[in-house]
């Protein structure tokens, strides 16, 4: 069992976006940025993997950032602190190849921004110049805007509905980053968030032939390369998300085959999501 | 009619009387494919007795060479003869910590069954149903007896997985007083006995019960602990202690044929369709969470257990149409006979020497239908069966929904790539000494099961795990394997 030591609602709007920290001194003694986890909240629960927003070493815990779309995740949001989550399996897959490459772009998505931050803090922690550029549907699911100031030189901001920062997307910042008045040289990029975000931040970069590392989010179910739900192809070739990824060379993965797979089961949590709500209002 | 006469003249040569190889019971097949339910109801007393007096009771049992664990076979059937069942229990337990389990699963017809001299000329004794009977009486009937237990050693060994090697070998080693931990990835202990085997074939209740059995012995079992991820072996033996690590961590990396249309919607290997199944019940989805789609057309690719256990799932789940495609032919088949048979009985759609070729997709992404090839037999391959060769210009397709992909299991790199020093052959496959003694090349790693064979059976990876127990023993105590 996995304590909850603090719960925090960053927003409480459908979907919600909630925040734990979760005692696990061995998962935070071995996590590296990229890392993810898979949980399962009870006996009847499905298995989830979640990415580490960050942990604590010195009180060996880690922080787990969730949207609520699907059964798990309300029924996740539904916990209080001091309440336990049964299983909880990690630090899995390969982590964040961090060197000194010059400047790096990190560009989060949504929640997205949850799992960056960790990236963002080690590439910073390389001695790289680190630009953030964070995009969200309105200010009000603005999450780590601190924490991405933090750990970046320079960070912006875009907002679908211009509420806040740059009316637009994450991709209009880059691009006028890349050859905009700046034009400033561009060493790699990380983008994390929707796939739709992944594919287009892609588009971007690939004329200019900019290395860019996505972080993919798919299906699983074990997370040790067991079961194959969660491949995609990479570059023609197969490949396992949970443990020859998350992170692959985004010019070489199908997002499209991607997108088509996360699919699979929308009819399935449409029930689940409807008989949980049947009977929680019971 | 005999006369008095006849009778007369042969009155000491003690006439057996011809009992027929008794029958198990099994729920009727249009009922079970809707359910999961075991199959067969197991023997009654009275069954028991008669199949045991089947046994010829050979001074010198050929069944005992062929059992992987060498199992006393004529002594326990002896024993239920007598009806002392819980003595029959014992005598199994001394040699296999498992019989409820083996008794279900193991191929008898191919060790021990295979060789009995009754079979020679009549069916062969039912050696594992009366395993299984024996097992299934001690649970019901018998008190928790702790076994005879080693004084405590202090010496500390990590076992990596809870299927079938890891839990013998952890069975072994807490009775030799040694500190146990078995370390599984899953959030439940029993490997592919709880992932992979569905509850229609063994219950996972009787899984819980043996694993529940070693706790009690005092085997500690460590939940969702990715040996490789959270702890490397290196860790385990430099900073946790562990003198001796056994690596049993299965044949866990799923087989794809490499054809177009896999990454349809709809495929999925063998691995992803039980464990969804099974370890996560999503057959009772909604009331377990996690999903399983109800295809009503499926196509499970394949001839060995793990395609049948996945065809009768997808029945189970209201297919109207499971079919087997396998290339070869029947007989051929690498599935128990029993399985097959029930498969049948069901109404499982067998296509032989058929080979998938490609599967074919809807405009949105999801499985439409299969293309396949006539295949025949030719000379034989390397492993003695008669390679299957494509007729050319017989493809043809078949409509369906789904594809589960059941072509065999690798061995997953997760534990050896994160282990300096552990030596693999080019299949992944961790390389011992011999697989008496399962020493691998690194001091103090021992490795048994599926790991060290590639994909096989519950009772040779037990064995593995019993014999490696032993080893380690010797390593541990009286130093006499080394590095």
Known sequence: ?282 | MTSPKEEEKKPEKKKRPKIPRQAMPVQDPAVRIRNFNEVPYGYTEESAKLESIRCIQCKKPFCIDACPVRINIPGFIKKINEGDILEAARIIKKDNCLPAICGRVCPQEDQCERVCIVGKKDASVAIGRLERYVADYEAEHGKFEMPEMAPKTGRKVAVVGSGPGGLACAGELIKMGHDVTVFEALHKSGGVLVYGIPEFRLPKAIVQREVDYLAKLGVEFRMNFVVGKIRTVDDLIEKDGYEAVFLANGAGLPVFMNIPGENLNGVYSANEYLTRSNLMKAYKFPDYDTPITRWKNVAVIGGGNVAMDAVRTALRLGADNAYIIYRRSHNEMPARKEEIEHAEEEGIQFRMLTNPIRVLGDKDGWVRAIECIKMELGEPDESGRRRPVPIKGSEFEIEIDAVVMAIGSGSNPLVASSTPGLNVNKWGNIIVDSENTGRSSKKGVFAGGDIVTGAATVILAMGAGRNVAAAINEYLVYKAIGW
Not at chain 1, 14 to 21: D, L, S
Not at chain 1, 31 to 59: C, S, Y
Request: proline share 4%.
């Open chain 1, 1 to 282: 069992m996995y304590e909850i030591a603090e719960k925090k609602v960053w927003s409480d709007e459908v979907p919600g976006v909630k925040e734990f920290k979760i005692k696990a001194p061995l998962i935070a003694e071995k996590h590296q940025a990229g890392q993810f986890v898979i949980l399962r909240i009870d006996e009847n629960g499905e298995r989830i993997p979640l990415t580490i927003a960050h942990k604590d070493l010195r009180n060996g815990t880690i922080n787990l950032l969730f949207q609520e779309v699907g059964k798990t995740t309300m029924d996740l949001g539904r916990l209080k602190k001091g309440d336990s989550i049964m299983d909880i399996s990690g630090p899995l897959g390969t982590p964040t190849h961090v060197e000194r490459y010059g400047t790096v772009v990190c560009i989060g998505g949504g929640i997205g921004v949850a799992p960056l931050h960790p990236i963002a803090q080690a590439m910073k922690g390389a001695g790289n110049n680190v630009i953030s550029i964070i995009g969200v549907k309105t200010k009000n699911i603005l999450i780590y805007e601190d924490l991405m100031n933090a750990t970046s030189d320079e960070l912006l901001i875009t907002t679908d509905d211009g509420s806040y920062g740059h009316h637009g997307f994450v991709t209009d910042e880059l691009k006028s980053l890349i050859d905009g008045e700046r034009k400033i040289p561009i060493d790699l990029v990380v983008a994390i968030g929707p796939p739709i975000m992944m594919k287009m931040v892609c588009r971007v970069t690939e004329p200019y032939k900019i290395k860019t590392v996505v972080s993919l989010n798919t299906i699983m179910i074990d997370g040790t390369g067991m079961c194959g739900a969660c491949r995609v192809s990479v570059d023609g070739k197969t490949r396992f998300v949970c443990v020859d990824g998350p992170e692959f060379d985004g010019h070489q993965v199908d997002f499209d085959e991607m997108m088509q797979r996360q699919r699979q089961y929308l009819k399935e949590e449409k029930i689940a999501v409807e008989t949980c709500q049947r009977q929680c209002s019971r």
